[in-house]
Structure formats: C-alpha cells, structure tokens
Nanobody, 116 residues
Framework: QVQLVESGGGLVQPGGSLRLSCAVT????????MAWYRQVPGKQRELLAR???????NYQDSVEGRFTISRDNAKGTVYLQITSLKPEDTAVYLC??????????WGQGTEVTVSS
C-alpha cells in the first residue's frame, strides 16, 4: 500500500524559507509523477508544482521563482523548497503521487503558517 508522509511545515516569518519533504513508501516511486498542492479552508485545492520521473518540472505561474520541486529517487522523497514566504502562502501543503494508470494517492499534509 502506498503511503505518503509530509513534514517540514511550521510557523515562519514573512520573507523566510522552508523545505517541505514527502516520503513515499510502498510504491514504485521512481516511475511516478509527484506533485505538491496546497489547501486553504473554504478554497479549492491548488496545484503548485509537479515533477516527472525524469525530473521535468512545471509550476503554477503564481509560485514560479519562489517554489522549487525536486526529488530523490533513491530515498523515495520529493521536496518543495519555498523562499520569500508570504502570509498568503499559509495553507496545508499536500503531496500527491500519481501512477501511470491515473490512480492517485495523498499524504495527510503539513501545515505552513506565515506570520510575524
């Protein structure tokens, strides 16, 4: 069974940085596309960044330049580096694992709060 566990969230001041991690077990990590989303209560879940098995990345326009997605296939982990954090980045950040057949798995999320 595929399991995703996010970590690295917390309280950070505006302008700060964080690196979120998502460790995947039980699946064939290296052949699957991974993505990061975020969720704010009352709003639609928002796709932030995606990385293919070969390392190709794409980003939502509003976060490109501040967010960097990467993966370590040997560790089965995907990362999201966030810089220049803003209060509007406050959200629960979720990791997504999508199999080639379209089946998706989600982690429980890690909460990021940006506040002074």
């Amino acid at each position: 069974q595929v399991q995703l566990v996010e970590s690295g969230g917390g309280l950070v001041q505006p302008g700060g940085s964080l690196r979120l991690s998502c460790a995947v077990t039980g699946g064939f990590f290296s052949i699957n596309t991974m993505a990061w989303y975020r969720q704010v209560p009352g709003k639609q879940r928002e796709l932030l960044a995606r990385i293919t098995p070969g390392g190709y990345t794409n980003y939502q326009d509003s976060v490109e330049g501040r967010f960097t997605i990467s993966r370590d296939n040997a560790k089965g982990t995907v990362y999201l580096q966030i810089t220049s954090l803003k209060p509007e980045d406050t959200a629960v950040y979720l990791c997504n694992y999508k199999r080639p057949d379209g089946v998706e798995y989600w982690g429980q999320g890690t909460e990021v709060t940006v506040s002074s």
